[in-house]
């Protein structure tokens, strides 16, 4: 079946894409569909590997989650701790992993990453610990510049996930970013990856579909 206008710009800005987070040094794959994002992150883990992941919707919706603990491979889930105390060492666990996977709440055309985060642990992990971090978004997520995908962050990710877990913040009620300090805040921590260092350490697989928020 042929492609539409639709899809081939959006292969062609993917692959783009992709040339620009290679020239930071980052490696980067670009898949047209979900089933083969999935295919490709599990080629990139060897199994018997240690896995753990962030709370990312894009990452479960695409079955990836259930994939890695189905699989041969030595799983970190949280969502499986039975009580709290176990819950935090499976969030320090997972620093020590061989392999972390998240998503990116932005991504900028030039090929820089950007995150926002509430308590820390994701920007953590992706910055140090984990020997290898997979990042996989949907072509959604992509914006003009970093500026742009950090609004992106903060105005559009943000909000529907608060959405989702219904904390007391003004994005909750209004669906619009207040610029908050609130407790419930999850736009605590802001990190901007403008390079990968050591080069391949972090491997982003982009899906030329929508994906998480």
Not at 58 to 86: P, S, V
Not at 186 to 206: D, E, H, W, Y
């Amino acid at each position: 079946m042929s492609k539409t206008p639709k899809e081939l710009f959006q292969e062609k800005r993917g692959i783009t894409v992709v040339k620009n987070l290679e020239s930071r040094h980052f490696e980067a794959y670009y898949c047209t569909t979900r089933e083969e994002a999935l295919q490709k992150v599990l080629e990139l883990i060897p199994e018997e590997s240690s896995v753990s992941w962030g709370g990312s919707m894009t990452i479960r919706d695409m079955g990836l989650t259930d994939a890695l603990n189905r699989g041969n491979y030595r799983t970190i889930d949280r969502d499986k701790a039975a009580n709290e105390e176990e819950k935090k060492k499976a969030y320090r666990d997972a620093m020590s992993a061989e392999y972390y996977l998240t998503s990116a709440n932005g991504i900028s055309e030039d090929g820089q990453l950007v995150n926002v985060d509430g308590t820390g642990n994701r920007v953590a992990a992706v910055v140090y610990g984990p020997e290898y971090v997979i990042v996989v978004a949907g072509m959604n997520k992509v914006a003009k510049t970093a500026d742009d995908a950090l609004v992106r962050a903060r105005t559009i990710a943000a909000p529907t996930n608060q959405q989702r877990f219904q904390r007391k913040t003004p994005c909750t009620v209004t669906g619009v970013c207040g610029d908050c300090i609130s407790p419930d805040c999850i736009c605590n921590q802001v990190l901007i990856t403008r390079n990968c260092s050591p080069a391949g350490r972090i491997k982003v697989v982009l899906v030329g579909e929508e994906l998480g928020y």
